[in-house]
C-alpha cells in the first residue's frame, strides 16, 4: 500500500518576496540539531510501526540548502519500500556536482528545482536570487549525477511579466527536455513583501492575463509531450510525481519536521511551526505535533471529489447531479468518460466554481465512517495556489 513520508527543511539562504511557507533565513545554527531531531523522530516512528515508505519529498524552504550528507543522513533514517521515489526540491543556485552525486549515491533519485522564470526582470520582481543560466547548469549537473526524473517549477502572472517573457520561460524549459514542469499562478499572500507592496497599491496578478498565461503553457507543454494530470502539473508518460498523486488520492503519510503536515490512522495532523520547538518536543521525548482533526464522513467525501475533479482522472459524480453536469458540459467546462467527469482546459480555469457547484448539487459520494480522510494540500481549490 502507497504511503508517504514528507519531511520540511526549513532553511533558506533568502526569502522570496511571495513566501509565506514556515521558512527561516537566520536559522542556521540550528541545523544539526534539526537533523538529529528528524532523524530521532523518524526512528520513534519505525518502532511505533511506520509503514514503508513508497515516495519521500523533502520540501521547504530549500533542502539543498543542507551539506548533502546531512540531508542522506535523514532520508537513510526513513524505512523505504523497494523502488522508492524519493524527490528533493532544490534551488539551482545551491547544488553542485558532489551534492548532487552524493544524493544520487544516497538514494535520491528524482528533482524538482524551483525556476520560477527564465527572465532575469521577472526573477528579480520575485526575489529569487539565480539567474537562467543556473537552471541550464543545475540541470547539466543533475544529468550528469545519473538523474533522469527532474522537474522544474515555474510561476505565471508576476506583475510586469508580459507574454512574450512567459514564452521565455515555457521555451526555455522545454529546450532542457524535463519529465515533469509543475506551472503555478502567482498569488499575493498577506505578511508577505509582495502582499505589502499589492496593500500599498502596487500592481496585483490579473486573472484574465493568468488564464492567458496558463492556456499558453498548457500547449506549449503538451507540444513538447507532457501531458496534463493534475490542474498544475505536466509530466512525460509514466513521469508523474507519485508522492503529490499520494496527496491528490487522499493516501496516507506521515510529516516529519516543523511545520510539516501528516494523515495517518484516520486523522490529519501538523507539526509545531519553528524549528526550535520541533527540536525541543523531539529531544524531550514528547509529541511535536501541534494540532489534528478527524472530519466527519460529509466532507470527506467533499475533499475526496473536489481533489479527484482536478486530476486527469476525473472524479464519479453521483446520478443527484446529472442537471448540473449536463448544464457544465454545456458550459465547455466538464465532459464525460465513462462513469467519471473530466475538467475540460476551461474548466481547468474555473475549478474552484465547478467544484462547488457540483458539490451543491450532491455529486460528491458519501464515504462510510472509518474510511480514510483526504488531505487537501495547499490551494487545492485555486487553480495556481504554490505548494511547499
Known sequence: MAFGVYVHIPFCASRCDYCDFATWTDRGHLVDAYVDACVHDLDRRRTDGMKPATSVFFGGGTPSLLEADRLVRILDAVDRAPGAEVTVECNPDSVDASKLETYRAGGVNRLSFGVQSMVPDVLAALGRTHDPANVERAVQLARAAGFERINLDLIYGTPGED???WRRSLDGVVALGVTHVSAYALTVEPGTPLGRRVAAGASAPDDDVQADDYLRADAVLGAAGLEWYEVSN??????ECRHNELYWSGGEYAGIGCAAHGHTDGRRWWNVRTPERYIAAVESGTTARAGEEELDDATRAEEAFALALRTRRGAVAQPDAGSMVAELQAQDLLERRGDRVVLTIRGRLLASDVT???L???????VPSGAAPPTRPAGSL??????C
Open 163 to 165: 507574454a512574450s517573457d
Open 234 to 239: 505536466w509530466a512525460a508518460p509514466g513521469e
Open 356 to 358: 462547488v457547484r457540483l
Open 360 to 366: 451543491v448539487a450532491g455529486a460528491a459520494t458519501p
Open 382 to 387: 485555486a487553480l495556481g495556489s504554490i505548494e
